[in-house]
């Protein structure tokens, strides 16, 4: 049984945010909107060490705890926001506890549909996790990311391989959006229920992002992608959440492909649940720390 907290949160999410997605043409004006600032809030920068530097043309930002030495730990976190939104105060604070727990947290700012596409963001993380590399070990670094960029987390672990590069330790992904062709047919029976995500406005951010591509190609849509060679992935989802038919999916591919995943569905709780300040999210953002702080 849900929270009541997350049912009042549910509401208003169903007020104020869930309209821009049902409606094509409100997603396509919200597309092409202003993108929010990237900056790390204040609070952020008083309370950890901050640093920013260009990659690839796009801003990369370091965060790590004030005391002590440099951390050998590190989480590489890609955010979420339809490809469409920037990072948030949300996943700032994700970010902050992460640092709390020992980690160098590093945030890419990928650029966003419609300007650019998943052909920028590829070779930009890419070459992120290749700096990061440099300094901290693959079997002490954890890719994390919720939403479109769990789903950008999830393609870009599928094609380190290839690109000569080790894997790293974990997979963390919050309400990974992993089929960006919205075809699974289960998706109707969540869709009711879910008080943010409507499949007509994220369709239209897919096609953006895509930019005319196939949206089966792994890069976009990693469900599609090799599982066989993941590290163990750790996948949290709400069953108020339109991506769970395709996590259910990704959890059964994985373990099929004889990978490890644990699985985390939590009854009554809506997209990103972990990010959100309500109790079923506390207990999600507790287990994510257990396991960052195992690293």
């Known amino acids: 049984m849900a929270s009541l907290v997350t049912h009042l949160a549910a509401l208003a999410l169903r007020v104020l945010r869930k309209p821009t997605l049902e409606s094509a043409a409100d997603t396509r004006a919200w597309l092409h909107g202003p993108k929010e600032d990237a900056d790390p809030p204040h609070w952020l920068t008083a309370r950890h060490w901050v640093n920013r530097r260009v990659t690839g043309g796009f801003p990369v930002y370091t965060v790590r705890p004030r005391v002590g030495t440099a951390p050998e730990r590190a989480v590489l976190y890609l955010h979420g926001g339809t490809y469409v939104s920037e990072v948030s105060a949300w996943h700032w604070v994700l970010v902050s506890r992460m640092a709390d727990a020992g980690c160098r947290v590093e945030v890419p700012v990928y650029g966003l549909a419609p300007e650019y596409t998943y052909r920028e963001a590829f070779p930009f993380v890419t070459a992120v996790y290749r700096e990061l ?21 999830l393609a870009l672990t599928q094609t380190l391989t290839g690109a000569g590069l080790p894997v790293p330790a974990r997979l963390v992904l919050i309400s990974p959006w992993t089929d960006l062709t919205m075809s699974n047919p289960d998706i109707a029976e969540v869709e009711g229920s879910d008080p943010w995500l409507a499949p007509a406005g994220m369709l239209e951010a897919a096609a953006e992002w895509a930019d005319g591509d196939d949206l089966t190609d792994p890069r976009l849509s990693p469900l599609y992608g090799p599982m066989a060679g993941l590290p163990p992935v750790d996948l949290y989802i709400g069953t108020r959440d339109l991506l769970l038919p395709d996590t259910r999916l990704l959890r059964d591919r994985v373990r099929a492909a004889g990978g490890t995943v644990e699985f985390h569905e939590e009854e009554g709780a809506f997209h990103i649940h972990p990010l959100v300040p309500v109790p079923e999210g506390g207990h999600a953002r507790e287990r994510i720390m257990r396991t960052v702080r195992e690293l």
């Open 133 to 153: 590399l440099a300094d901290v070990s693959p079997g002490r670094t954890l890719v994390a990311g919720d939403s479109a960029g769990g789903g950008l987390a």
